[in-house]
């Protein structure tokens, strides 16, 4: 019933940057957490949380890997959230989808387990 389209995704060299959107439908989009997962070439059936954000926004979470190149960020008046990508590299490549947490106003670091709605993801190439 909830339906998630992302897009912005795309091939770029080593140190560039993409800008990841995610238009959301189905339920009331300001109550839930929204995620960005990875899933790498090759391990179609491994999800890894790369940022989070809270409902209202006020929280966020990053893997270790994207500290200080990464941002996510919602507009909850759009229905959207944004994943900013700086400084790619090679770790970077793979489909990012952006899942919509189960429970509204659930927060916590992040699992795959936990967001009940995905979508189709975007494809994001980082050659060298």
């Known amino acids: 019933q909830v339906q998630l389209v992302e897009s912005g995704g795309g091939l770029v060299q080593a140190g560039g940057s993409l800008r990841l959107s995610c238009a959301a439908s189905g339920r009331t989009f300001s109550r839930y957490a929204m995620g960005w997962f990875r899933q790498a070439p090759g391990k179609e059936r491994e999800f890894a949380a790369v940022?989070?954000?809270?409902?209202?926004?006020?929280?966020?979470y990053y893997t270790d890997s994207v500290k200080g190149r990464f941002t996510i960020s919602r507009d909850n008046a759009k229905n959207t959230v944004y994943l900013q990508m700086n400084n790619l590299n090679p770790a970077g490549p793979g489909v990012y989808y952006c899942?919509?947490?189960?429970?509204?106003?659930?927060?916590?670091?992040?699992?795959?387990?936990?967001?009940?709605?995905w979508g189709q993801g975007t494809q994001v190439t980082v050659s060298s």
């Open positions: 899942p919509e947490r189960s429970n509204p106003y659930g927060w916590g670091s992040p699992r795959n387990t936990e967001y009940a709605y």
């Open positions: 940022a989070a954000i809270s409902w209202s926004g006020d929280s966020t």
